[in-house]
Structure formats: C-alpha cells, structure tokens
C-alpha cells in the first residue's frame, strides 16, 4: 500500500570515491535538500567502504542507504539497504528500511514487502548509453494510480527541473545520480566566457581584471607554454578577483592546479586528460567543460562527466588551429536542435573566432554562451568592449 507521506528525494553517490566525499554526503543531508544518500560503490572492498562511513557523522547514517557490504549496515547504524542484481538478498534479521531496483512496471505490480523500489530508466541516462525510456505510458500510468502498490521512486536521467515532472506523473519520489553532485551552472554567467591569451603573468591577471570590470563573469585562465609556477601565481590572483566579483574562474588544461589555484573548474581540449580521468581526481562538484567539434563528440564528453561544451571552431582562428571542422552557424543549428531532440540540456558555449558582429546570429542558433578572446583583448578599450559585447548577447535572446 503507498504510504501517505511527501514527495522523497534521494542522492546516489558516483560509483567513484572522491576527496572529502564524506562530507559532501553530510552537507546533502544537513540542508534536507534530499531524505535519503544511497551509497552505491559497485567496486568497492570492504575497507574503502568502511572508511567511508566511519568518515560520516553517526547521527546522520540513519539516513543512509548501502547498495553493497549489507553487513555494515547493522553495525554502523546504517538506515537502509538496496537489493539489485548483485546483491539480491535482504540480511536475516534486518528490520531497517528495504528498497529494490526494478525495471518493468509488471516488476512494480508484483513488488511487496518493501519500503520503496525504484524505477528506471524513467528518461534517457547520458551515464548508460543506449539505456532510454520504453516504458507503455498507459500502462505505467495505471500502475502508478494504483493504491495497492510499494511507492515507486522515479530513477534516470532526473535532474532538479524534472523532479517536477515526475511527482505530477505519479511517481512517490525521484532519484538523482550526477545531478545530485553537481554544481549547477547558472547560465546568466555562463553568457560570455572571456579566455585569456597572456605573455606574461601580469598580463594575465590585466586581461582578466579589464574583462570582469566591463561585466562578464566567466574567466578561463588559458595561457599555453607557461610553466607550472606561473599558472600558479597567476592563478591565485585571479581567483581571488573572481571571488570578489562572485564570478567563474575555470583553468585551461591543468587538472593538477585547479585546487592549488582556487579555481572552480577546469576545461580539456580533445588532447588534455581524459574527461573520466579529471572527474575521478576532482569530484563531482568541480566544473568540468569539454571542447567538443561533432555531436558525437558533445556525447561522449556529457557521459564522461563533462558540466558543459566548448562547441567550435566557428571560424578558423590561430588560437585554436587543429580543429575541424569549421561549424559555421548551420553547424550550432544542428548541434541544438539534436540536444533538444535527446532531451538534454547541457550548456553550450560556442567558440573560435567569433566577433562582434556575429553575436546576434550565433545566440539566435540556440547556444547558451559565446566566448570570446582576441575580440576583447586587442580592443581599445576592453572594459568598454566586454560591455557592449554583454549588451549584444543580452539584446539578442
């Protein structure tokens, strides 16, 4: 029977473990953002996962649900345990709560005895390529109606604007995976994106204060063939500037740095790290933006772990030589309406030669951001030159 209570919200760890992951699990259940944290570690041994835990305020692992190693759960004052297809068994003598992983609504109509199951996938899951919704909509309607059912939490593809969605539907809950972790990309920032082209330390920290006196609130500290100390030194500063003027600072290339530096995120071309890589060292929180030249390679990068795509080149430019193919605005066209047709909403910032004049036709193909280098760096004024660009993007939506 579906128990009379709110809508629950449920966070499902990275299958990874990451640096202070204890404690981000601690600050998603502080703010009551979500009920319930399942850990879900399908390689985990035995002592990784007890670190884990011992790492977790006690007062808190009530609210905790294990998805493997259930003989910790007792003895750690676990609240829940997770069956699915490697652990298929509930321990003799447990009497915490009890969820399961199903995958038909015939499942759902035959589930009992348990305190929630969930469904998946409910829409197209970026994580599990060719796992997409084939669900009957009659069918799970009714089962959904139905009041002699366990609550049935909605898993897949779920991200904060959904969750919505998916309570209207029907459904007693939802289920988030990497939209949990993520930090969410506020798009008014992510409008323009000023990329610096420094020869010197001092060059860089100018080009990037001149950019955020004249608006914008998106730095990339891009700066080929510095050494590591320069970047450091750089970098530092800069993100100080960032933080005083609440705006993005992401460092070009150097996964290494990005904690040293301050910085929020970082952004690979298709030769930096591996997009899987970077996410494992960095966490989920981190920003993590992907050059991208096809839709193939927008896929790719969004399942590897990618926040947003760098989508170019627009034109040739000299700052970016070795990508092809050229997109032109047919290109960016294309590109938007195949995310809009996959029902994926990741930002897209469009890159590579683009000036002044382009902005209004290149917002209107449906990109999230433009970015932009030389046009602001070589202006006569630069502060001027980001606000009128600023007033362009804004004018052109």
Request: charged letters at 25%; hydrophobic letters at 35%.
């Amino acid at each position: 029977m579906v128990a009379d209570k709110k809508f629950i919200r449920i966070a499902i760890t990275p299958p990874y473990f990451y640096k202070n992951e204890a404690g981000y699990i601690e600050s998603v259940l502080r703010n009551d953002k979500f009920d319930f944290v399942h850990i879900r570690k399908p390689d985990a041994t035995s002592v990784e996962m007890d670190s884990l835990i011992r790492d977790i305020d006690p007062d808190m692992r009530h609210r905790l649900t294990l998805h493997s190693h259930f003989e910790m759960a007792s003895q750690n004052g676990i609240g829940g345990i997770h069956l699915n297809s490697r652990n298929p068994l509930r321990p003799e003598k447990w009497h915490g709560r009890v969820s399961i992983s199903l995958h038909s609504i015939e499942e759902c109509s035959k589930a009992e005895d348990y305190t929630y199951a969930t469904l998946s996938p409910i829409y197209s899951s970026l994580s599990k390529p060719g796992y997409s919704n084939s669900f009957n909509r009659h069918e799970l309607d009714s089962m959904l109606k139905s009041e002699r059912r366990v609550p049935i939490i909605a898993l897949g593809g779920i991200t904060d604007d959904l969750t919505g969605t998916v309570e209207d539907a029907g459904f007693d809950g939802a289920a988030m995976l990497s939209g949990a972790w993520r930090t969410n990309i506020d798009i008014d920032k992510f409008k323009l994106q000023f990329i610096t082209h420094p020869s010197s330390e001092t060059d860089a920290i100018r080009q990037v204060r001149e950019a955020i006196e004249g608006g914008c609130r998106w730095v990339q500290l891009r700066w080929k063939n510095a050494s590591e100390q320069q970047i450091i030194s750089a970098g530092k500063e800069i993100a100080d500037i960032c933080r005083k003027h609440n705006s993005i600072f992401i460092l070009d290339d150097h996964v290494e740095l990005v904690e040293i530096c301050g910085a929020d995120g970082v952004h690979l071309g298709k030769n930096d790290m591996a997009i899987s890589e970077a996410r494992h060292i960095l966490g989920p929180h981190t920003i993590i933006g992907a050059t991208a030249n096809t839709t193939d390679d927008i896929m790719e990068a969004l399942r590897s772990g990618a926040d947003y795509i760098g989508y170019g080149p627009f034109r040739f430019t000299t700052t970016k030589k070795n990508l092809s193919p050229v997109l032109g605005l047919n290109g960016y066209r294309l590109a938007t309406g195949f995310l809009k047709e996959n029902g994926i909403s990741a930002p897209i910032v469009a890159i590579g030669g683009i000036t002044a004049s382009d902005i209004s036709e290149v917002i209107r193909t449906g990109v999230n951001g433009i970015a932009m280098s030389g046009c602001i760096i070589n202006a006569p004024d630069p502060i001027a030159e980001t606000a009128g660009i600023i007033n362009l993007i804004n004018q052109s939506k």
